[in-house]
C-alpha cells in the first residue's frame, strides 16, 4: 500500500509540473501573439486620428483645435467608421490566436496524462479526444455571465471603441497638443490588451481543467482533490478550497473546481 501510495505521488506530482509549465508557456506565447496585433492595429488608428488632429490644426489659422472643429464636415462620424473597422480586424485576429491556443492546451494536457499515468491503474480507454469534443469545450458558457470567451472579445472591442473616441473628443475639447493624445491612445490600447490577457489566463485554466477532468475520469478515475497556487496572490475561496477531496461526478467550474474566479491559477490532482 505504501508503494503504491509512493508510486501516485511521483507520477501526479510529474503530471502536475508540467502542467505548470505548458501554462505558463501558453500564457506566454499567446501575450507575445496578442502584444503584435494590438501594436499593429495601434499604429493604424493612431495614423488616423493624427492626420485628422493635424487637419484640424492647418485648417485654423491661428493653429487652435476646438470641438466644433471636430464635428465639422463628418469629421468624427468618419473617424468612427474607421476605427470600428480596424477594430473588428483586430478581434478577429484575437479570436483566431485564443482558439489556437486554447485547443492546443487541451491537446497538450491530455497528451500528458496519457503519457505520465501508469497503464495499470487505468481502467477505463484512453483515447484522444475528437475535435468536434474540444470544439465543445473551447465553445461552452461557464461563467455566471452567460457569456462565451469569443463574446467577452467583442464586448472587450466595443469597450475600446468608447474609449478612444472618448479620449478622442476629451483631448480635442481641452484643445490638448498631439502628444497628448497618442500617449491617451496608448493608454486606452493598454487597458485593452490588458482585458485580452485576463480572458487569456481565465480560459486556458477553464481548457486545461476541462482536459483533465475528461482525462482522468476516462481513466477510470472517480475523484479529484482540489490544488491552489500557495503565493499572496492566492484568493481566499481557492485558499478555502485547498486540499480538498471531491467526485468528478460531482465537480462545479467555480464553486469546488477550476477556475473559481478571474486569473485562477488552481488545478488538481487524481485521487486514486
Known amino acids: 500500500m505504501k508503494l503504491m501510495k509512493s508510486n501516485s505521488r511521483y507520477w501526479t506530482k510529474r503530471i502536475n509540473k508540467q502542467q505548470e509549465a505548458l501554462y505558463d508557456k501558453s500564457v506566454e506565447e499567446t501575450q507575445k501573439k496578442l502584444q503584435q496585433v494590438y501594436n499593429n492595429s495601434m499604429k493604424v488608428v493612431k495614423a488616423d486620428m493624427t492626420d485628422l488632429y493635424l487637419k484640424i490644426i492647418e485648417g485654423n489659422p491661428d493653429g487652435t483645435i476646438s470641438i466644433n472643429d471636430l464635428y465639422k464636415f ?27 491556443r486554447f485547443t492546443a492546451m487541451y491537446k497538450t494536457n491530455e497528451s500528458i496524462i496519457h503519457r505520465e ?7 477505463g480507454t484512453l483515447n484522444p479526444a475528437s475535435d468536434k469534443a474540444v470544439k465543445e469545450v473551447l465553445n461552452s458558457v461557464w461563467c455566471a455571465d452567460g457569456k462565451t470567451w469569443s463574446a467577452r472579445v467583442w464586448n472587450n472591442k466595443m469597450l475600446l471603441q468608447q474609449r478612444v473616441e472618448r479620449g478622442l473628443v476629451d483631448c480635442v475639447a481641452r484643445g490638448v497638443a498631439k502628444d497628448e ?55 481566499d475561496i481557492c485558499k478555502g478550497l485547498d486540499g480538498k477531496i471531491f467526485a468528478f461526478s460531482q465537480m462545479k467550474v467555480g464553486k469546488n473546481y477550476p477556475p473559481t474566479h478571474v486569473y485562477c491559477r488552481s488545478t488538481v490532482t487524481p485521487v486514486l
Not at 117 to 123: G, L, Q
Not at 198 to 221: D, M, N, P
Open 74 to 100: 463628418n469629421r468624427l462620424s468618419d473617424l468612427q467608421v474607421q476605427l470600428y473597422k480596424q477594430l473588428k480586424v483586430l478581434g478577429n485576429a484575437e479570436i483566431d490566436i485564443m482558439n489556437e
Open 117 to 123: 499515468m501508469p497503464k495499470e491503474i487505468v481502467t
Open 181 to 235: 493624445l497618442v500617449k491617451q491612445l496608448m493608454t486606452d490600447f493598454k487597458t485593452g490588451f490588458m482585458e485580452a490577457d485576463r480572458i487569456v489566463r481565465t480560459e486556458l485554466t477553464f481548457v486545461q481543467g476541462q482536459s483533465t477532468a475528461k482525462s482522468y475520469q476516462s481513466a477510470g478515475i472517480e475523484k479529484y482533490e482540489f490544488l491552489a497556487a500557495h503565493d499572496s496572490r492566492t484568493s
